[in-house]
């Protein structure tokens, strides 16, 4: 039996409508493909500035000068929130005269540093950061390698990753 015109035009409309649904959904994969690495990129290059803001900071709060403590001091709280600059204030209040007193310098070397903490709201981030500290002063005048694991804790402010809270860690 041979296919009569309306069934030759049928199968033509279904092939064509078939047709146009593979291609819709080949589209949508690629369009939902492209979303997934833009979106996976964007979360690396966020990971690497909080990778990068805490060990700074770490380095910074490692590395110190008794010929130029209050830039020292200075320079780590630059880095810090409002909050963490007032803590600050109050806690080198007492470290400034011992660290005067006994001529002390210090040069920070961040190790290695992990992601291990973020709160819900992506906002707050904890990062473990292992530093070496080459520690100097009157009674080691060539030094000791100090070795520090801290958790520096960090609060987005706007578009950078500000110090919040930074502790030993044993």
Same mark, same amino acid.
């Given at each position: 039996?041979?296919?009569?015109?309306?069934?030759?035009?049928?199968?033509?409309?279904?092939?064509?409508?078939?047709?146009?649904?593979?291609? $819709?959904?080949?589209?949508?994969?690629?369009?939902?493909?492209?979303?997934?690495?833009?979106?996976?990129?964007?979360?690396?290059?966020?990971?690497?500035?909080?990778?990068?803001?805490?060990?700074?900071?770490?380095?910074?709060?490692?590395?110190?000068?008794?010929?130029?403590?209050?830039?020292?001091?200075?320079?780590?709280?630059?880095?810090?929130?409002?909050?963490?600059?007032?803590?600050?204030?109050?806690?080198?209040?007492?470290?400034?005269?011992?660290?005067?007193?006994?001529?002390?310098?210090?040069?920070?070397?961040?190790?290695?540093?992990?992601?291990?903490?973020?709160?819900?709201?992506?906002?707050?981030?904890?990062?473990?950061?292992?530093?070496?500290?080459?520690?100097?002063?009157?009674?080691?005048?060539?030094?000791?390698?100090?070795?520090?694991?801290?958790?520096?804790? $960090?609060?987005?402010?706007?578009?950078?990753?500000?110090?919040?809270?930074?502790?030993?860690?044993?």
């Amino acid at each position: 039996m041979k296919p009569t015109r309306s069934r030759l035009l049928g199968r033509s409309v279904l092939t064509r409508g078939l047709a146009a649904v593979v291609a $819709l959904t080949l589209l949508a994969v690629v369009i939902v493909s492209s979303l997934q690495l833009r979106s996976s990129a964007s979360e690396e290059a966020e990971r690497d500035a909080v990778l990068s803001a805490a060990r700074r900071a770490a380095v910074t709060f490692a590395t110190y000068d008794h010929a130029s403590l209050d830039a020292s001091f200075n320079r780590l709280k630059s880095l810090g929130t409002e909050d963490f600059q007032r803590q600050f204030d109050t806690a080198s209040k007492r470290l400034k005269p011992l660290i005067l007193k006994m001529k002390a310098s210090a040069r920070g070397e961040a190790l290695a540093a992990a992601l291990v903490e973020s709160t819900d709201d992506e906002d707050t981030r904890s990062v473990l950061v292992a530093v070496d500290a080459t520690i100097t002063n009157r009674d080691l005048p060539k030094g000791k390698v100090q070795r520090f694991r801290l958790k520096v804790t $960090l609060q987005r402010v706007g578009e950078k990753w500000l110090l919040d809270k930074i502790t030993t860690v044993v």
